[in-house]
């Protein structure tokens, strides 16, 4: 299967050359401001100038209303009050947020939320008395529910988390009330169509949620038109301001569907929606996977499995964690052979291998894997999993081969050359993903399903990965990991469960040691000691001999 950007020149290649110079400019402009986000986080100094053009922006499209008066005094204000505003939404940011929210990129991000929201605000004023001249039954203050304020609020808690959204929210509702000629009735207005939309996103993870935010906009418009109609005592063509106020929310959700995808290209941004879809077992690497490597495919359904029930158990990303699983090892598919879970019956293809080259074939599924990533255009935030998961780890059973055969000429056997390249886990869900994949690899060396047993095996595991420093850079806490362990010991016993013997059926005689749900039994104890190292090694990264 090739990768997409392959299928896009197949596709293109039978159209004319002024048709392939069209599709190509999307790709050129987002290529382009891909490379020029990137830049941010390397010179945080063009942070500072956008920002800065940002507060001129929003200063530029306040000052211009006409519900303000004219003069350098309000230019002045306009510009105290933006960039208070601004300054305390990144300070809060900065302060209370986690730490990949505080990227230049994220920031940046942020930013160009509440500039679009302010300009489409202000547009909607632009074009409001024309409307109303062509309709003047309907009176010019009933027109301004229409406007879509509350976007902004809904792109936040999109693109980040509720928390943001409702400063974020705030903050839009202020700068947009200085647009109104009736500016605290507008406040209140748009922070209540905010704080809706926000709460009508709990829970939900597809984009039809957006079709029902923008309702969940309309009836808090409708509430707020008929609770400032009853504090003013105006009750006069209420149903011209209930009408705008409901389609207010149709055009909440019609710019969310319509930009939202727009924001997830040009920013690469892995939002609910777009995990969601990656989740599609049609995706093309998923589906190579399950042809070429069907026991990668099956271990990272199973590490998914343990790093979601985790990451909610501490209130991590667990979409996040889910979608990381599902593509951490995505570079095996290039060499399925040469990992253990795939060979079945086949014959080891590392036998033949030294224990340093055969290191070096495990620890390049990584770089395999991030060039897959890159090439399927997955979010970075899924691409920087596929390293970090590993960190920089020992390939245990190569280095100890290499210690039981060191030879003397070749001079002693260098702890470095037998580790992943990293770098350590980032995040709280890169750190799950890789207790997960450890975890999931040993309890395959369990020869009894026990509880005490499981949970032996992933303290040993847990106890191993932090002594080893691995993670020492993400935001981890003891308790967050004590919760972590408890969640794999509860999905690890509920995937190992017992099941009763079927009457009249000996199946252990007719296939050979299987068990009664038809999964292969384990070896003698013995055997099985012979074929695995210890726990806490990652048995998913070293062969195991075949049967024979």
């Known amino acids: 299967m090739a990768p997409h950007r392959n299928g896009s020149s197949m596709i293109t290649g039978g159209q004319s050359p002024a048709a392939r110079q069209l ?86 991000l942020v930013t160009s939320v509440i500039v679009l929201t302010v300009a489409i605000a202000r547009s909607f004023f632009l074009f409001l008395p024309s409307i109303h001249q062509t309709l003047p039954n309907v009176p010019a203050s009933a027109l301004e529910y229409s406007i879509p304020v509350a976007m902004g609020g809904l792109f936040l808690a999109i693109l980040f988390n509720s928390r943001l959204a409702f400063a974020g929210a705030l903050a839009i509702s202020i700068l947009a ?29 597809d984009r039809a949620i957006l079709l029902k935010a923008g309702m969940a906009v309309g009836l808090a418009n409708l509430y707020s038109v008929l609770a400032w109609s009853l504090l003013s005592g105006s009750m ?87 979608v990381g699983a599902y593509y951490h090892d995505i570079g095996k598919i290039t060499k399925p052979l040469y990992f253990v879970e795939n060979q079945q019956n086949a014959r080891n293809q590392l036998e033949k291998l030294d224990p340093n080259l055969s290191s070096l074939v495990i620890v390049s599924h990584v770089k395999a894997g991030m060039e897959l990533a890159r090439a399927y255009g997955l979010p970075p935030a899924v691409l920087e999993m596929i390293p970090q998961h590993h960190g ?44 997960a994949d450890a975890v999931e690899a040993a309890s395959r060396t369990i020869t009894e399903s026990t509880p005490g047993r499981f949970q032996a095996l992933v303290a040993k595991i847990v106890n191993a990965i932090v002594v080893d420093g691995q993670l020492r850079e993400c935001e981890l806490t003891f308790s967050e990991l004590r919760l972590i362990e408890e969640s794999f010991v509860r999905i690890l016993c509920a995937i190992y469960h017992r099941r009763v013997e079927y009457p009249g059926f000996t199946f252990e005689e007719a296939v050979g040691r299987r068990g009664a749900n038809g999964d292969a039994g384990h070896k003698p104890a013995k055997e099985d000691q012979a074929r695995h190292e210890p726990p806490q090694k990652d048995r998913a990264d070293y062969p195991r001999q075949s049967r024979g």
């Not at 063009?46 to 306040?62: E, K, P, R």
């Not at 105290?80 to 730490?99: A, D, E, K, N």
């Not at 790093?307 to 889910?322: K, T, V």
Request: with cysteine.
């Open 236 to 322: 006069e063509q209420l149903g011209f301001h209930l009408l705008c106020g409901l389609v207010g929310g149709l055009f909440v959700a019609i710019l969310s569907l319509g930009l939202l995808p727009l924001f997830e290209y040009l920013f690469e941004v892995a939002t609910d929606f777009r995990l969601l879809e990656l989740c599609n077992v049609n995706h093309p690497l998923l589906k190579e996977m399950i042809l070429k490597a069907p026991g990668t495919y099956h271990h990272s359904v199973m590490v998914g499995t343990l790093a979601e029930a985790a990451a909610e158990a501490i209130g991590a990303n667990a979409m996040l964690c889910r």
């Open 177 to 205: 009330a200085f647009l109104a000629a009736d500016g605290f009735r507008f406040f209140l207005y748009s922070l209540v169509s905010s704080l809706a939309a926000i709460f009508a996103l709990f829970g939900r993870k």
């Open 23 to 108: 599709l190509s400019v999307p790709r050129v402009v987002s290529s382009w401001f891909h490379w020029a986000t990137g830049r941010l986080e390397r010179h945080p100094g063009a942070l500072y100038t956008l920002c800065g053009l940002a507060v001129l922006a929003i200063v530029l499209v306040i000052a211009s209303s006409p519900a303000l008066p004219p003069g350098i005094l309000t230019f002045l204000g306009i510009c105290l009050l933006v960039s208070f505003l601004l300054g305390s939404l990144y300070l809060y940011i900065w302060t209370l947020q986690p730490r990949p929210l505080r990227t230049p990129k994220s920031l940046f």
């Open 392 to 435: 920089t780890r020992l390939t245990l059973f190569f280095y100890h081969k290499a210690k039981d055969t060191e030879d003397s000429d070749q001079g002693e056997v260098h702890e470095e050359k037998f580790r992943y390249p990293g770098p350590k886990p980032q995040t709280k869900e890169a750190a799950i993903l890789m207790l």
